[in-house]
């Protein structure tokens, strides 16, 4: 049997962010890539995603306060 | 010369631990020691003796001779004696046996072939290299034990003969003793790479755990104290040492005398003792060395050991001064934020205030007072720093030179500024501070409402107290920890006290149903604090919601509902309709103390609270307030009709028993068959209960146990049906009573009873009184309750810790994230929606209430 993770009710949408995304988020919180949360390569959740070292991933979780709240991650090698 | 006036930073890199070699003890020390004696007729320290000044100065005025500084600024400095005979380390014997038992007696060389010792080199070497410095440690021990049992020599072709390790400290071969002297030869003679293989770094000899030398301690570390009646009284290490010197004078002048071995033999073997008594009082097979009274001498390795040692009793367990610690008891008359102190207490502990010419005459009468008369003082501190006791003799003296510049200790008083804590300290709350109220008898007094945030009840639990010495820090006890400022929980954003007890349940007997006489209203709020009654109607007969509103700001409006789930309004500081229970006064729940909190401040908060409290209780005390016996009455056609249901279940069950073994019962989805038919029968007897609690419910008298009930101040509804109708099925582990017996649960049951009875319903209610078999399943999952908290309260301590300790410096930063403390990102924004708890009502913004009072 198999299915894609993806899909599934309990795994967050994760989605690549464009340069320009980036650029603001980090203006916004005045860091660098080495002050975000790492999310691995090979993480099934992106592995669809075929990000690169660097790329910041945007995850988009169902908050019971807030609704949904945002979450980024960048991602690394292993 | 050392100076400390400027702090250097330096980061270690690496620690080595080995063994000093004589000469190095030598190197070291800033003196020989010579002479057993300690001062001349003068009372001055003897050149050469123990006390000599070049170890240090221990008396003020004094100048070391080695560094030439004061006292407490010279940090102490080694001396040496040189032993007139070697002896052994007692901490070192088991080496030194080690090497003695896997090295040749007459080549020196290591029992073992030449190949083999270095392959265990090179592995040696790799395990360090790879494992660290630990690892090399077992290896070395798993190989000392693998090759001391040769007999004979792979280098010389010589027999070996057998060595034996007599405790403590001698050594035998064959029956022959072997001398330190001897030993020592040996150890000499073993070579640079051997020695490596017993773990020792290159650098250090074996032979240096036979002492040719001994360190002399600085003075500084076992300095003498001067005794009330002049006389000086030595430390223990002093006095041992003294035995060392003199024991090794005599052996030093027997040698030279050329006295009969069998002396020398035994001085020095009491020098031996002697020094290894130094090092270790407790060696097991050694006569301890003791004082002339009989106590025994604490030296070197007591001094560091075991739980009253330096490691546990001073660098782990730190003690602090101007704090106290005892047992609570209750106090509704002392306001929240207040603490009662034992009288006892407040003469103890002290606050420092420095006299000025304002407070001069003030702080005169305090001196004047002395210790021993509240309240009083206990020291003076000088200008320059002295601190001077107060008694009936200095106290005159005191009091003529007490001048502007000094500070008084003065003893607690009313108003002070204190600490308060009860451990465990699992939040922020569980450290408050209060104001200190001094009262008679021995024990804490705190507010019960205070107990919630502590977490404290007075079954014997106790408290600390700790009293803050600087402006600096009462201030910052006052503003971030006084108790009103700790209302409202940071966890759910609701106030973590509130009425409790008497406290509701008089509220809300007043609100309900009490009708009182202008007097006795104004009686009541007198009781209370209130002094202004012009906000009370001006009637001869006055509802209870008119008193409790005089309580209220007159410009409080608020909307809530009570527990019976009726609107409670209050317009303009009058309630007009709603009952005052818990659900508005109660702690962790309270939403009228909560908007009263916003509105008016946490300062007024707190008040309206203690007022509050005392008007409940001033109510409960007037009107009277008691539980019976007679309370549990039902009716009779009450019982009947309750005896009724339960044996309708009965029957129930015993049809469903029946259908299963006849093997009509349906399983439910994804269940057994025993399965279906346990959760059937669990789902009639709940039933049973449940109907049984609400017909007595409705035919029970108003009685106390009811009001307490419905008010929410103690009890719930099934503590009553509990009482008075029926005590229900006891339940192990979501299950039906099964263990015991073989196919039942108790003896008394025939096997296989599936029944109701037998499977731990219990039938009865608590006034009719249990039947023996119900007693024990009571009892059963009553011992079951305990167990689970005994086990469970510290299992999710140790869990709680584990978090706090990883979260305690995250933060929020400026930008609404959460960040650690290098600045890393942990939360985008905090709690996902950036919410500070404690600005809400239970987790939550009362958005309509912020837009109203836009308006
Ligand atoms: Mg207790
Ligand atoms: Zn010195
Ligand atoms: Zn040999």
New binding site residues.
């Given amino acids: 049997m198999s299915f894609t993770i993806t899909k599934h009710l309990l795994v967050p949408k994760h989605s690549k962010v464009s340069d320009a995304e980036k650029q603001k988020l980090f203006a916004a919180y005045a860091i660098t890539e080495k002050e975000l949360p790492k999310i691995l390569k090979d993480d099934p959740a992106i592995a669809a995603l075929e990000a690169e070292p660097g790329t910041v991933i945007k995850i988009e979780r169902n908050s019971p306060t807030a609704g949904v709240a945002f979450y980024y991650r960048v991602v690394a090698n292993g | 010369m050392i100076t400390m006036d400027r702090p250097v930073h330096k980061k270690i890199s690496r620690m080595d631990f080995g063994l000093f070699s004589p000469k190095q003890i030598a190197a070291l020390a800033t003196a020989k020691v010579v002479t057993p004696e300690l001062y001349d007729q003068e009372g001055y320290p003897v050149d050469g003796g123990l006390m000599d000044l070049r170890l240090g100065v221990i008396d003020p005025g004094l100048r070391c001779k080695t560094c030439g500084q004061k006292l407490k600024e010279c940090p102490g400095h080694f001396g040496y004696i040189e032993l007139a005979r070697p002896v052994i380390h007692i901490n070192f014997v088991r080496p030194v046996f080690d090497l003695l038992k896997s090295t ?6 290591i029992l073992m072939p030449e190949e083999k010792a270095k392959r265990y080199l090179v592995l040696l070497n790799k395990v360090s290299e790879e494992e660290g410095f630990e690892a090399r440690r077992r290896k070395v021990k798993a190989l000392v034990t693998k090759f001391k049992v040769k007999d004979k ?1 792979p ?4 027999k070996q003969e057998k060595i034996r390790l007599e405790k403590p400290y001698s050594f035998y071969e064959s029956d022959i003793r072997l001398s330190p002297i001897e030993v020592r030869a040996r150890l000499e003679k073993v070579s640079d790479e051997d020695v490596q293989l017993f773990g020792f770094a290159s650098g250090f000899r074996p032979e240096w755990m036979i002492m040719t030398v001994l360190p002399i301690p600085p003075v500084t570390i076992r300095p003498s104290i001067t005794l009330e009646s002049g006389e000086r009284s030595e430390d223990d290490l002093t006095h041992k040492l003294g035995d060392i010197v003199r024991i090794n004078q005599r052996l030093f002048e027997n040698i030279n005398a050329g006295a009969p071995e069998v002396i020398i033999e035994d001085l020095w073997d009491l020098l031996q003792y002697h020094v290894t008594t130094f090092f270790n009082n407790e060696v097991s097979q050694l006569p301890p060395a003791r004082h002339r009274g009989g106590q025994i001498l604490k030296t070197l390795s007591s001094r560091i050991k075991s739980k009253d040692g330096r490691i546990r009793y001073n660098l782990a367990g730190k003690r602090t001064d101007f704090s106290a610690r005892t047992v609570i008891s209750p106090d509704p008359l002392i306001s929240l934020n207040e603490v009662g102190v034992p009288l006892a207490i407040a003469m103890n502990l002290t606050v420092p205030e420095r006299v000025t010419e304002w407070n001069k005459a003030h702080l005169r009468a305090f001196v004047e007072r002395g210790p021993l008369l509240y309240p009083g003082a206990n020291y003076v501190i000088k200008p320059d720093g002295r601190r001077k006791t107060i008694t009936a003799e200095t106290k005159d003296e005191i009091l003529t030179e007490l001048e502007t510049g000094y500070i008084v200790e003065r003893h607690l008083i009313d108003g002070d500024t204190a600490l308060f804590n009860r451990q465990p300290s699992l939040h922020r709350m569980s450290m408050m501070c209060h104001r200190v109220k001094v009262l008679p008898a021995r024990t804490f007094r705190l507010n019960p409402a205070v107990c919630n945030p502590y977490n404290a009840d007075f079954d014997g639990d106790e408290m600390n107290f700790h009293v803050p010495q600087t402006e600096e820090a009462r201030a910052e006890a006052e503003v971030l920890m006084l108790v009103e400022t700790q209302l409202i929980s940071p966890r759910y954003g609701l106030s973590v006290v509130g009425c409790i007890h008497d406290g509701i349940t008089g509220n809300y007997l007043l609100t309900k149903e009490l009708i009182l006489q202008r007097p006795e209203a104004i009686d009541l709020l007198y009781t209370c604090g209130v002094r202004d009654f012009s906000r009370l109607p001006n009637k001869e007969k006055l509802d209870g919601r008119e008193v409790f509103s005089v309580l209220l700001p007159a410009d409080f409006n608020f909307s809530g509902t009570d527990r019976s789930g009726s609107e409670v309004r209050i317009k303009n500081g009058v309630l007009t309709s709603g009952l005052m229970d818990k659900a508005n006064l109660g702690q962790e729940s309270g939403l009228m103390l909560r908007n009263i909190y916003e509105t008016y401040g946490p300062a007024y908060a707190a008040e309206l609270l203690g007022k509050i409290s005392k008007l409940g209780i001033a109510v409960l005390s007037r009107r009277g307030f008691s539980i019976g016996v007679s309370d549990m009455d039902l009716p009779a056609e009450t019982k009947a009709e309750i005896q009724r249901i339960i044996a309708e279940a009965e029957k129930e069950t015993l049809a469903l028993i029946d259908r299963f073994h006849e093997g009509k019962l349906e399983s439910l989805p994804g269940r057994t068959l025993v399965e279906t038919l346990e959760l059937r029968i669990m789902e009639v007897l709940n039933k049973t209960r449940n109907k049984s609690g609400d017909v007595a419910m409705k035919q029970v008298r108003d009685s106390a146990a009811t009001v307490m009930a419905r008010c929410g101040s103690r009890g719930n509804v099934l503590n009553i049906a509990q009482m008075t109708a029926i005590v229900g099925q006891q339940a192990l582990r979501g299950k039906r009573i099964e263990h015991g017996f073989r196919g039942r649960t108790l003896s008394y049951f025939k096997r296989g009873d599936l029944s109701a009875t037998a499977r731990g319903f219990i039938k009865n209610n608590f006034k009719s009184g249990l039947r023996p078999h119900e007693y024990f399943f009571g009892a059963m999952t009553g011992r079951d309750a305990l167990m689970d908290t005994a086990l469970r309260t510290p299992k999710s301590g140790y869990l709680y810790r584990r978090l706090s300790n990883a979260m305690q410096d995250l933060k929020v930063d400026y930008d609404g994230s959460v960040r650690d403390a290098s600045g890393k990102i942990v939360q985008f924004a905090y709690g996902e929606d950036h919410l500070d708890v404690s600005k809400t009502k239970g987790g939550e913004l009362d958005v309509k209430k912020i837009v109203e009072q836009m308006e």
């Fill in positions: 040749c007696k007459y080549c020196s060389r020599c280098h010389c072709q010589e």
